[in-house]
């Protein structure tokens, strides 16, 4: 199975921030690679698909990037409701989940 | 618009056996591929199987081969994962998700991702 890092495992940050999340591949995975968002007893509700395609209805403060390797997620302009647990996924050899980030108002 | 609707919470004891629904609406139940999910407490999610809802054909996660069964009932737009030889690490919150995709040209496959998700059921094995 491809392993899916994420850094920072947590992060504070405040209203207004500018917020970047990385996942690392354990091998290239093209783009196929997407993100999730999720808060405490919901199921996860998917922000980008494809590493940088934004999901219909979603705020485009969230932006994905990268390929091979090496993605962001980048928030921009955070928000009270981006307070969440956010997983990076890939799909390009089965199916793998990153451990997630935390991210936590300051 | 499109649901997943998923069974209620369940106790078993361990060695027991669980069945767990998601029933899909809004869609064409055939159209796309619907996986099962789980997520321990605290814990990072974890894929498990998925079903191709038209052929009725499965692939299972290794971790999961031999006790995961997954099925569907096209009459009524559901799919079922049957889990057997419970545990008490296999006490988590388990999800159903439906499979969007676009074909990517470069590599002519097809790249896929959880566009809908069910609601989550819990299941506890405890003695």
């Known amino acids: 199975d491809i392993q899916m890092t994420q850094s920072p495992s947590s992060l504070s940050a405040s209203v207004g921030d500018r917020v970047t999340i990385t996942c690392r591949a354990g091998?290239?995975?093209?783009?196929?690679l997407s993100w999730y968002q999720q808060k405490p007893g919901k199921a996860p509700k998917l922000l980008i698909y494809?590493?940088?395609s934004l999901q219909s209805g979603v705020p485009s403060r969230f932006s994905g990037s990268g390929s091979g390797t090496d993605f962001t997620l980048t928030i921009s302009n955070l928000q009270p409701e981006d307070f969440a647990t956010y997983y990076c996924?890939?799909?390009?050899?089965?199916?793998?989940f990153g451990q997630g980030t935390k991210v936590e108002i300051k | 618009q499109v649901h997943l609707v998923q069974s209620g919470a369940e106790v078993k004891k361990p060695g027991a056996s669980v069945k767990v629904s998601c029933k899909a609406s809004?869609?064409?139940?055939?159209?796309?591929?619907l996986h099962w999910l789980r997520q321990a407490p605290g814990q990072g999610l974890e894929w498990m199987a998925v079903?191709?809802?038209?052929?009725?054909?499965?692939t299972y996660a290794h971790n999961f081969q031999g006790r995961v069964t997954m099925t569907r009932d096209t009459s009524t737009s559901t799919v079922y994962m049957e889990m057997s030889s419970l545990r008490s690490e296999d006490t988590a919150v388990y999800y159903c998700?439906?499979?969007?995709?676009?074909?990517?040209?470069?590599?002519?496959?097809?790249?896929?991702?959880?566009?809908?998700w069910g609601q989550g059921t819990l299941v506890t094995v405890s003695s």
């Open positions: 998700a439906r499979d969007d995709l676009q074909y990517d040209s470069s590599e002519f496959r097809e790249m896929r991702y959880f566009d809908y």
């Open positions: 809004g869609y064409t139940f055939t159209t796309y591929y």
């Open positions: 079903i191709n809802p038209n052929s009725g054909s499965t």
């Open positions: 091998q290239s995975i093209s783009i196929y």
């Open positions: 494809g590493a940088s």
């Open positions: 996924h890939q799909s390009y050899s089965s199916r793998t």
